[in-house]
């Protein structure tokens, strides 16, 4: 049978041990994730990290994460009560549904009843992941406008701009992979990738695709909604208690959800790598949900090993990196991809392949454009061409210090 056909068979009380467990594994994820990027940074950092509540301080992320529930609860006088209150359910609860379409794995038995490691396969379960991301954004921008200062409103405003620019870029990275599987079903996708992963295929897609999910997440060196240097705590400034909490989880569900998306678009999902993907004990039953959990792990790695390497962005490079970078760079991949595929089904590569070849031309002057510095910059050397923010020019001097002058001493004294 089909996993479409074994999904629809499922009985109500298999599907209410889904959603109970599929909860649970975020928020298991979301301790462990905790947990291990400080152990990680303490580590890079030549520090021990925690190492007191359980072994090697497995429980301190448990122990934080009860210890804010009985914080004080403190609202701010110029909040609006009920969107301050909303706004961190917002932002977690679509997180946890954009990781009811992810196959976690193939078929399997579950007391006695067969079916598949997933809640539900849409056949557009990819936008569904696209739309829970976008959505849990408006949490982020209500929770800024409510609660009624400045910075977390700066710090909103600067997430919204960033989900709307990587947003664009993450969901053309997705087209070739769409292309290629012929279905936005995300079961059908890996399904597709029985015989080669799409990251070999459709490299560029996946380098975009990655950065994408990096800024998408808000995670360093991305996390300008929450730059402590210039916006105290960003969006979430004025929370405390249980609805910090509850930003801090959508944070790291997010963070998994991203990678369980990677894993199923690039990386054949539940599939094991070669050559245990020769032997057919190993690419069925339980095992699939392991390698689907170790590659999602190693997704998880690189946010934390990101975090802890590379300084902040500023925030106009931030930008210039998704519009000028990534987002010319995905049109001309999908053009490249659209070429090759008309090319192929195209027996006397006639009028279809000469127009996709014009349109290739055209989008790569497109990408010089934008990628090109203007002829002004280039004929007045003391334009910095790094940047369009404003900065010191290059040939400023710094005065020498000049020593305080003493103070007499006063005679009458």
Not at 350 to 379: C, E, H, K, N, Y
């Amino acid at each position: 049978m089909s996993p479409q056909q074994l999904l629809a068979d499922d009985p109500l009380w298999l599907i209410l041990l889904k959603v109970v467990v599929l909860f649970g594994l975020g928020v298991i994820l979301t301790l462990f994730t905790i947990w291990a990027e400080r152990r990680v940074v303490a580590r890079m950092q030549h520090r021990v990290g925690p190492n007191r509540v359980g072994p090697m301080g497995l429980l301190q992320s448990l122990a934080d994460g009860l210890k804010l529930a009985f914080k004080e609860d403190i609202r701010p006088i110029l909040a609006d009560k009920w969107v301050y209150i909303l706004a961190p359910v917002i932002a977690t609860v679509p997180a946890f549904v954009a990781l009811s379409v992810i196959p976690f794995g193939g078929e399997v038995s579950i007391f006695g009843e067969a079916t598949v490691l997933q809640l539900t396969d849409l056949p557009v379960g990819v936008l569904v992941v696209l739309a829970c991301s976008a959505l849990g954004v408006y949490g982020i921008v209500l929770g800024g406008w409510a609660s009624g200062s400045p910075y977390p409103l700066l710090g909103a405003l600067r997430s919204a701009a960033q989900v709307i620019s990587y947003e664009i870029a993450m969901g053309l990275s997705i087209v070739a992979v769409v292309l290629y599987a012929g279905s936005l079903s995300t079961a059908d996708i890996v399904g597709a990738q029985a015989d080669n992963w799409y990251v070999w295929l459709l490299l560029p897609s996946f380098v975009i695709f990655v950065i994408a999910m990096v800024g998408e997440t808000n995670r360093a060196p991305f996390d300008l909604p929450e730059a402590e240097s210039e916006l105290v705590g960003g969006f979430h400034t004025e929370y405390s208690s249980l609805k910090f909490a509850l930003f801090f989880l959508a944070e790291y569900v997010n963070m998994v959800t991203v990678s369980a998306m990677a894993t199923t678009l690039f990386l054949g999902g539940g599939r094991p790598i070669w050559p245990l993907s020769l032997f057919d004990w190993a690419s069925n039953g339980w095992l699939t949900f392991v390698w689907f959990m170790g590659k999602t792990l190693a997704f998880l790695f690189v946010f934390i090993w990101l975090r802890g390497t590379l300084p902040r962005l500023r925030y106009d490079q931030f930008m210039r990196l998704s519009w000028k970078g990534l987002v010319p760079l995905s049109l001309l991949w999908i053009m490249v991809i659209f070429a090759v595929r008309a090319y192929r089904n195209s027996p006397d590569g006639g009028t279809t392949s000469l127009l996709v070849v014009i349109g290739i031309v055209l989008a790569a002057v497109l990408l010089v454009a934008f990628l090109v510095p203007d002829a002004r910059r280039q004929s007045d050397p003391s334009v910095e061409l790094a940047s369009d923010y404003p900065v010191p020019p290059l040939d400023l001097k710094v005065p020498q210090r000049v020593p305080a002058l003493r103070r007499e001493a006063d005679d009458d004294v």
